[in-house]
């Protein structure tokens, strides 16, 4: 963007406004309530500081602040998703020959939040060299009141050069 470095986002991931109680007090625990219905889905204000340094991008600063003026509608990349903002404000902070601190507050008439999906347990499961989520497409979670049935036998089987030994999982018995 311009040439400009970011160095810190202000309110890019604040929650969207809510209407009537937006926690609960368990008492032990307060729980954000984050119903659909109870936010509102509107347009936003967002922040960024960045330094703009002409020895890194060779770029005239005057210039750049002209055409930061004339700039309407655009993308603004950012780590999680693109935003089609527009420039509100734009101050320097700070200002050097070589260099400018500066900051911009963009306005996003139309926010979209893409949902972002946990990643599953098991991801690092395989059998065979295959894994159950990447080549199967398979993956699973555990319930902490799920029981699950106690094995009743376990034994390892390890294969070195070329002989099978077996051994049950258990202390040996040492006789005196």
């Known amino acids: 963007m311009w040439g400009f470095k970011v160095i810190e986002w202000f309110g890019l991931w604040d929650m969207?406004?809510?209407k009537g109680e937006i926690t609960y007090d368990w008492g032990d625990e307060i729980?954000?309530?984050v119903d659909d219905e109870d936010i509102?889905?509107?347009?936003?204000?967002?922040?960024?500081?960045a330094l703009f340094d002409k020895r890194i991008n060779g770029n005239d600063f005057?210039?750049?602040?002209?055409?930061?003026?004339?700039?309407?509608?655009?993308?603004?990349?950012?780590?999680?998703?693109?935003?089609?903002?527009?420039i509100n404000s734009f101050k320097v902070?700070?200002?050097?020959?070589v260099c400018a601190?500066?900051?911009?507050e963009f306005y996003e008439k139309e926010v979209t939040f893409e949902a972002v999906l946990p990643m599953p347990s098991g991801m690092g499961s395989t059998i065979d060299g295959y894994s159950l989520y990447?080549?199967?497409g398979i993956y699973f979670t555990f319930d902490k009141d799920q029981e699950l049935a106690e094995l009743k036998d376990?034994?390892?089987?390890?294969?070195?050069?070329?002989?099978?030994?077996s051994q049950y999982r258990e202390l040996p018995e040492i006789t005196l």
């Open 16 to 18: 969207p406004s809510r």
């Open 31 to 33: 729980q954000p309530l």
């Open 40 to 49: 509102i889905w509107n347009s936003r204000k967002f922040k960024l500081k």
């Open 62 to 86: 005057e210039q750049i602040k002209k055409q930061i003026e004339k700039a309407g509608k655009f993308v603004l990349p950012n780590p999680f998703k693109d935003c089609m903002v527009q």
């Open 93 to 97: 902070l700070k200002e050097n020959s």
């Open 101 to 104: 601190v500066c900051e911009f």
């Open 134 to 136: 990447k080549d199967l």
């Open 154 to 165: 376990l034994r390892n089987t390890v294969f070195k050069k070329g002989t099978a030994k």
